[in-house]
């Protein structure tokens, strides 16, 4: 299967981004096919 993670960042100590970098290696390890893509300015309309 293929699957993209995208989160503004995959570094740091906590929050969505690590988590998603850790699940994709999992992920890949079970022969999934997984593109991350970091996003650093969503534009969010308020």
Request: proline residues 9%; without cysteine; aromatic residues 6%.
């Amino acid at each position: 299967m293929k699957i993209l993670f995208i989160s503004p960042t995959f570094s740091g100590a906590g929050g969505i981004g690590p988590h998603a970098f850790r699940v994709s290696e999992k992920l890949s390890q079970e022969g999934h096919d997984i593109e991350l893509m970091d996003t650093p300015h969503i534009p969010i309309k308020t």
